[in-house]
């Protein structure tokens, strides 16, 4: 249209229109018209919106877009409704869209997220924050490591901490030391098996003595009683049981 345009002019004005004709045989300025589309040379600025199938830059350069304020792609169906939005902003890069994924070269799933869940495709997920990851709600996962001579924490400052799987919960330290602590109650639970603690000495430093009445023979060993509550005590072992004469521990 702009070809038929140009050479209506040049019948109407001769003299006048030739130069202008000979000047966009190949483009002007900067831009360029070849067989492949149109080349623009140096920096381009658009004032209104620009519409292209593919913007490409020169092989071996790197293609930027700049802007005072941001860069936004816009993905539109037919009925020019925007189906995915990228904004990226001085404040903040957001992506809009049913589904965010992130992908290797080869194809391999890195990251995916969308109304349902989050997915993380890598090996390991790493978190280098001085304060750890906090979970507000429950996280499910077949395993939870620390690196290599580092030490792995489990803690819920202000809630408590439940560990449940339905065929188990293994916890090993393989070279060093294992502890739990709470500020109230630590509990173990076992509805249909048992709890084994397996090792060659088991130390409960802190367990109360029951009271007991000087008269019969006494050894300098104790015994470990359960009350009906189920709290343990010890008791300074007789010739016999001594446990039922305690009256302190289990009220």
Known sequence: MLWDELRGARTRSQV????????????????????????????SEFLQPLYAKEIQSRPGNALYFKSARNVTVNILNDQTKVLTQLITGPKAVEAYGKKFEVKTVSGKL????????VVVGAERLRVLG???????????????????FKELRLESPTRSLVMEAPKGVEINAEAGNMEATCRTELRLESKDG???????KIRLPR???????????????????????GR????????????????????
């Open 16 to 43: 006048t229109q030739i130069p202008v004709l000979t000047l966009l045989l190949d483009g002007m300025g900067n831009l360029r018209i070849t067989e492949k589309g149109l080349k623009l040379e140096g920096d």
């Open 110 to 117: 890195l990251f995916s997220a969308d109304d349902n869940e």
């Open 130 to 148: 001085a304060e750890g990851t906090v979970f507000p709600k429950s996280i499910e996962t077949p395993n939870v490591r620390a690196e290599p």
């Open 194 to 200: 048992e709890i084994k603690l397996d090792a060659a």
């Open 207 to 229: 367990l109360p003595h029951g009271s007991y009445t000087p008269t019969g023979a006494r050894q300098k060993v104790f015994e470990i009683c359960v009350c009906a509550n």
């Open 232 to 251: 343990l005590f010890l008791s300074q072992a007789g010739a016999g049981s001594t446990c039922q004469i305690n009256t302190s521990v289990c009220l």
